[in-house]
Nanobody, 122 residues
Framework: QVQLVESGGALVQPGGSLRLSCAASGLALDYYTIGWFRQAPGKEREEVSC????????YHADSVKGRFAISRDNAKNTVYLQMNSLKPEDTAVYYC???????????????WGKGTLVTVPS
């Protein structure tokens, strides 16, 4: 059974940092394209960052470029999202997702975690 479990969400002051983790079981993350998505209250889910299963290339949304970084540790079967210089508009539930075929992230990826909440007060 495939499971993705996010952790690391917390309340953090503006300008602070967090590292989210996505631990996988039932699949080897290095063969999958992995994405971090977020959904703020009243808003649609959006892609934040993605790491491809082909060449490890990464993508970051313009809103987080230069502040967030996605990485993977194949030995731990875990993908991370390092978030720096956090802003109130980063407040959302953050989800990781995996897809074994896609080479880029999309909203209909195969497997999803249940999310972890990040709160940055204004």
């Amino acid at each position: 059974q495939v499971q993705l479990v996010e952790s690391g969400g917390a309340l953090v002051q503006p300008g602070g940092s967090l590292r989210l983790s996505c631990a996988a079981s039932g699949l080897a993350l290095d063969y999958y394209t992995i994405g971090w998505f977020r959904q703020a209250p009243g808003k649609e889910r959006e892609e934040v960052s993605c790491i491809s299963n082909t060449d490890g290339s990464t993508y970051h949304a313009d809103s987080v470029k230069g502040r967030f970084a996605i990485s993977r540790d194949n030995a731990k079967n875990t993908v991370y999202l390092q978030m720096n210089s956090l802003k109130p508009e980063d407040t959302a539930v953050y989800y990781c997702a995996a897809d074994g075929i896609a080479t880029m992230c999309m909203l209909n990826m195969d497997y999803w975690g249940k999310g972890t909440l990040v709160t940055v007060p204004s």
